[in-house]
């Protein structure tokens, strides 16, 4: 879950209190968060706070990304066919598999043996 804001500003990214390069270590991770101002180009036009928790990295990335983007939409509308063109107003319907009865996980089965 990701709650993004964005005020005019520099171009400021803030995660959970901690600067873009602080919080995302990997390259592509940063470059995932800042995809929706490079499409608009409007990279260093507003400072964006973000507050994220849950999953992964990787999904936290990509919660900001849509937030961001969502904003940027509400912000001007005319952000929107630049947006939805590259996917970025989609969220990303993947969720966790449940566990199933009877098994170890959701697949994982018991240990087959003949004998």
């Known amino acids: 879950m990701?709650?993004?804001w964005l005020t005019p500003g520099d171009g400021k990214v803030?995660?959970?209190g901690k600067t873009l390069v602080d919080y995302f270590g990997r390259e592509i991770l940063k470059m995932v968060v800042e995809q929706p101002l490079e499409?608009?180009?409007?990279?260093g036009k507003y400072d964006v706070y973000a507050t994220v928790k849950g999953g992964g990295l990787t999904g936290q990335?990509?919660?900001i990304r849509l937030g961001i983007a969502r904003a940027l939409k509400a912000l001007?509308?005319?952000?929107?066919?630049?947006?939805r063109d590259k996917g970025l107003l989609t969220r990303d319907?993947?969720?966790k598999e449940r566990k199933k009865y009877g098994l170890y996980g959701r697949r994982r089965?018991?240990?087959f043996s003949k004998r």
Do not use: H, M
Not at 39 to 43: A, E, I, L, S, Y
């Open 2 to 4: 990701a709650r993004v």
């Open 14 to 16: 803030e995660v959970n």
């Open 39 to 43: 499409v608009t180009k409007t990279v």
């Open 61 to 63: 990335a990509g919660a």
């Open 76 to 83: 001007d509308e005319e952000f929107r066919s630049v947006l």
């Open 93 to 95: 319907p993947r969720e």
């Open 109 to 111: 089965s018991f240990q």
